[in-house]
């Protein structure tokens, strides 16, 4: 099964050294869960002064700067994986560098038939 591990905390909580290493040792995750056969997928996000939300209502796209919601965790990354359970996903999210100072979201993801592979 497929999990999403959703990487929440401060943007600007990170040294430029501290992202850094949290960059490399996540690189070294990725390999590692490679080799495991459990990597899919995984990158940091640029900081939510470079999102942009979109929204459609009554048939009109409206597009504002930023994120969608005020809060003091932001979303920065993610990893894409599969394990065999709720509880080997959860082992992965422990080992994610952020878990130390953020919160890993883990959610299962629902596979559609007729996706692009």
Known sequence: MKYMLLIYGDEN???ET????CYAEST???????ANGQYV???PLQPTAMATSV???DGKRLVTDGP???TREQLGGYFLIEA???????????KIPMARKGTVEVR????ISGLPA
């Open 13 to 15: 909580a990170l040294s």
């Open 18 to 21: 501290e992202r850094k290493d």
């Open 28 to 34: 070294q995750l990725s390999h590692d869960l490679h």
């Open 41 to 43: 997928a995984a990158n």
């Open 55 to 57: 929204k459609v209502r």
């Open 68 to 70: 969608f919601a005020e």
């Open 84 to 94: 065999k359970n709720l509880d080997e996903a959860i082992a992965i999210a422990a």
């Open 108 to 111: 299962p993801i629902i596979e």
